[in-house]
């Protein structure tokens, strides 16, 4: 466990990068975001109203977006983010996606630990104007069925009249307000042994992939399978091979997702990318 202790060790010395956008670098995402690419940005009102719709352009840097640990780890299956969401998850056309994300909005604006922005996402989108908006601005097109040729663009929102700044990507008060959320969702879930930190804690059941983003979804830590030799022969189930709490891989992973952005160095020669660095930052 060397190396993601160092990886917790790094993230805890950076904790006031955490969030911040310096323009020319990385960002070191919070716990439960990741950075992505977000294709349309739309702006609305603090009443919930449609304002503008912008394609971005392909050089736009890419944003924190809030995430689930199943929605981070999700492949075909239907799971939606909490707030940036690709626009076939944004449409009663596709009336599982659609529920899953407005029901998961709802929750989080309707908890304790709300914040001023989200109604007024959570108001639009329950138009459901979302692709007739974007169809009238010009930037997407539609099938037969009036589904969008593209449905995995995702949309990034900018909310006027609650607060500086109107970027959700850039408010520091809603990323601290989705993980006090979710923190507390999973304070119900059951307690062990973290085996980097010796705490006790909750534990995650799935770990970040893309930590290189040219190696797609390969993860460092995965038991995915019961039958591949994953870790049969060895253990019964996947836990008892390594417990780690969420909270120690999420900020293991992010460190070293930054780390490896800002400073690895990618050998074409096997694929592998090197990384060396002082935990403090010397």
């Known amino acids: 466990m060397g190396l993601l202790q ?22 070191l995402a919070p716990v439960s975001h990741i950075v992505t690419n977000s294709d349309f940005e739309i702006l609305i009102d603090k009443d919930g109203s449609f304002i503008s719709a912008t394609k971005l352009d392909k050089t736009e840097p890419k944003i924190l977006i809030p995430v689930t640990e199943s929605s981070a780890g999700r492949t075909s299956a239907p799971c939606a983010h909490p707030l940036c969401e690709q626009i076939g998850y944004l449409t009663s056309k596709n009336e599982e996606k659609y529920c899953l994300y407005t029901k998961q909005l709802e929750a989080w604006a309707n908890s304790a630990f709300s914040h001023p922005k989200l109604n007024p996402i959570l108001t639009y989108v329950k138009k459901d104007s979302v692709i007739s908006d974007l169809v009238r601005s010009k930037i997407i097109s539609l099938d037969s069925k009036g589904l969008p040729l593209k449905d995995k663009q995702i949309v990034r929102w900018r909310v006027l009249g609650c607060g500086e700044p109107s970027a959700c990507w850039e408010d520091i008060s809603l990323m601290d307000s989705f993980i006090s959320w979710y923190a507390d969702l999973r304070s119900k879930n059951s307690r062990d042994l973290c085996y980097i930190t010796g705490m006790i804690d909750v534990p995650a059941e799935q770990h970040a992939k893309g930590i290189v983003p040219v190696n797609g979804n390969a993860k460092l830590i995965s038991s995915n399978d019961s039958s591949g030799f994953t870790y049969r022969g060895r253990f019964i189930e996947p836990e008892q091979a390594a417990s780690i709490s969420y909270e120690a891989s999420q900020k293991a992973h992010n460190a070293l997702r930054w780390l490896i952005a800002e400073q690895g160095q990618q050998i074409i020669f096997g694929g592998r990318t090197f990384l060396c660095w002082n935990p403090e930052g010397i």
């Open 6 to 27: 160092k990886a917790v060790n790094t993230y805890s010395c950076h904790q006031n990068l955490v969030g911040k956008i310096i323009e020319g670098h990385c960002v």
